[in-house]
T-cell receptor, first 112, second 116 residues
């Protein structure tokens, strides 16, 4: 099973809303990532979890809050977002740093 | 830190022709180089990757070459088809950045258009 599943696929939210993005994998990968991708740009790293512990935070604003409840799940909690936060949010996983990185199908987020 | 440059930013070829996309990297510690294909509205999909102990790797119509001395690697697509049209990203994985679960540093992407 090489699937990384993300929900929801699309999300529209207002600037005062609280929502969460979810990512699930069953490949036993120990590194899980959140990326943000704007149109026509490469993925931009936000957070890295290694063995369920946050190992990298790329100076992401606190309105984005990651959570790794267990080795299969990764969440991204959203609160008080801005319109410029509208983007494709991608979860990704890999077993080791120089192994293949598998992306989820992404959540297309629109902030109104 | 690592920096990855990718060229060209756009590439248009006729169906059946070959396409070549080139990337250079700056960190000599980088040792893993994947290529991703991304169609509009979809996830990046890994199409081929190469490690620094290998100079070339092929998978059907796709090949990647790596020159460690010059710090550049290239994607070659032969007999292009309209379904090859997409944005292609190269990346380099550096041990120095991100500790034991190091990050991929992406190039800016190449939009490939294959005309029937």
């Amino acid at each position: 099973d090489t699937e990384v599943t993300q929900t929801p696929k699309h999300l529209v939210m207002g600037m005062t809303n609280k929502k969460s993005l979810k990512c699930e994998q069953h490949m036993g990968h120990r590194a899980m990532y959140w990326y943000k991708q704007k149109a026509k740009k490469p993925p931009e790293l936000m957070f890295v979890y290694s063995y369920e512990k946050l190992s990298i935070n790329e100076s992401v604003p606190s309105r984005f809050s990651p959570e790794c409840p267990n080795s299969s799940l990764l969440n991204l909690h959203l609160h008080a977002l801005q319109p410029e936060d509208s983007a494709l949010y991608l979860c990704a996983t890999r077993q080791n740093f120089n192994e293949k990185l598998f992306f989820g199908s992404g959540t297309q987020l629109s902030v109104l | 830190g690592e920096n990855v440059e990718q060229h060209p930013s756009t590439l248009s070829v006729q169906e059946g022709d070959s396409a070549v996309i080139k990337c250079t990297y700056s960190d000599s510690a980088s040792n893993y180089f994947p290529w991703y294909k991304q169609e509009l509205g979809k996830r990046p999909q890994l199409i081929i990757d190469i490690r620094s102990n290998v100079g070339e790797k092929k998978d059907q119509r796709i090949a990647v070459t790596l020159n460690k001395t010059a710090k550049h690697f290239s994607l070659h697509i032969t007999e292009t088809q309209p379904e090859d049209s997409a944005v292609y990203f190269c990346a380099a994985s550096s041990l120095r950045y991100g500790g034991s679960q190091g990050n991929l540093i992406f190039g800016k992407g190449t939009k490939l258009s294959v005309k029937p």
